[in-house]
């Protein structure tokens, strides 16, 4: 079985450049050159690929089969995946098709980087000194105690 058709059966949420869990390929720390999801071949990505599309592709989204990512039914044309999408990143692990609150991979605090606690919970003040809303982008609170909930 070559690189390619092992990149293919990779668990989801998998890095696609070593195919370890908890970090992404753009974040990969044993990361070598670009390499093709296409054809398999090093020094492009897959978008400058010059052979034909494989028909076996499928979405790192989703996981479906048809479609790449950035064509991706589940994303509503904005290059990123719906609320009911299961294309979403967490934030605690790096994995897909599930969000921080569903993580099985263990609670990630936002504020200080530490596992074991979200930041509405952390003891530490944030490097900033105040707390700042993931969901508004405003200080002062976090995003469970927004006004615009």
Do not use: L, W
Request: charged share 20%.
């Amino acid at each position: 079985m070559d690189s390619f058709q092992q990149q293919q059966q990779q668990p989801r949420g998998a890095c696609y450049s070593c195919g370890s869990t908890g970090h992404q390929a753009r974040d990969c720390p044993t990361k070598g050159p670009a390499k093709c999801y296409n054809c398999g071949g090093e020094g492009h990505m897959s978008r400058d690929c010059t052979e034909p599309m494989k028909d076996n592709k499928s979405c790192y989204k989703c996981g479906q089969p048809g479609h790449i990512s950035r064509d991706c039914p589940m994303s509503g044309g904005s290059g990123q995946a719906t609320d009911g999408g299961a294309g979403k990143t967490c934030y605690s692990c790096g994995g897909y098709g599930h969000m921080s609150r569903e993580c099985v991979n263990g609670m990630k605090c936002y504020n200080c980087g530490e596992s074991g606690h979200y930041s509405r919970d952390c003891p530490k003040e944030s490097a900033g000194g105040e707390k700042i809303c993931y969901k508004c982008q405003q200080p002062g609170h976090v995003q469970s105690q927004c006004p615009g909930n």
